[in-house]
DNA sequence: ATACCTGCAAAGTCTTTGCAATCAA
DNA sequence: TTGATTGCAAAGACTTTGCAGGTAT
């Protein structure tokens, strides 16, 4: 599948141009870890739900030897920038997302697999009143399915 | 306030009494550090919402020298036989809860605090068509505040 | 009596951090 | 050049486990 588009860049099938583009859009500086990983995870927008593990095999794979502490550490970097969201799935996992659009997902407690949902759930939901001197910063679900 | 209620002791005002009643109606040995978590746990209805080191501050000062290790056991065990419910806050939180009827809560980052949410907020919802071949195990859901 | 439970310390899992070396602008 | 970034190993936070001794029925 084609990746994610992109206005910076003048040629989307150029993976190291639009990652460098995409970089320099969020602000940041395109070295060699990010374009990689960035690489990684834009590339493919049907698969668009990863773990740090998950991206470090990936990048080890493609014969990029990215430490697991800086795909750690880049992860968190994209999802404070807007980049990626998290998605907390148990105690023990964490996922990140590269479609930052409010959506919810299947998780599968067998295969540990994250699906998305293509109904916006929240859409029907009215929120109630939030606690006191608090404001709304975001609403988490995931509907929990097992084979 | 009033400890959660149980048909299966004659003394509902006597709490070690109750809390091997509660024991012994899910089947497990009413064992001393059992007996005392049950108490901390089902006492008071206000206060539903606990973690492991929550629980284990709770029975230190109390008196009650239970190992962490037991908590964490005793916890685990608890929500396997449906004592507790068990609610991931984000990837290093695990809290419990000793309401295990279908209700969401308010989580406030700043705080850490839970706040059970008295609509049913999934009343409303619609569930989509689960993926193939999976069967619905629950809808975890959080409403994510901050001060 | 016997299977179960507990405490302790050790091990495990996942993630972050300190610091020297390296890199991008 | 110079501050930002990276890799490595160590440290951290949280949870589970192995095993010897103690407990409930």
New interface residues.
């Given amino acids: 599948m084609a990746p994610k588009e992109c206005n910076a860049c003048s040629d989307p099938t150029n993976n190291t141009e639009h990652a460098i583009a995409m970089l320099e859009l969020a602000g940041l500086r395109a070295t060699g870890a990010r374009v990689i990983l960035t690489t990684l995870l834009f590339d493919d927008i049907s698969d668009c739900h990863t773990t740090a593990e998950i991206l470090y095999e990936k990048a080890f794979k493609a014969g990029s030897r990215v430490s697991l502490a800086t795909v750690y550490n880049t992860l968190r970097l994209f999802t404070s920038v807007g980049l990626l969201r998290q998605i907390?799935?148990?105690?023990?996992?964490?996922y990140f997302d590269t479609d930052t659009s409010e959506h919810q997902h299947?998780y599968?407690?067998n295969t540990g697999e994250l699906?998305n949902?293509?109904?916006n759930?929240l859409a029907?939901?009215?929120?109630?009143e939030?606690?006191e001197?608090?404001?709304?910063?975001?609403?988490?679900?995931?509907?929990?399915?097992?084979?």
């Fill in positions: 907390s799935v148990n105690s023990t996992q964490v299947f599968n407690e699906i949902i293509k109904e759930l029907e939901i009215i929120l109630p939030l606690p001197c608090t404001r709304l910063m975001g609403v988490d679900m995931l509907v929990l399915v097992s084979n």
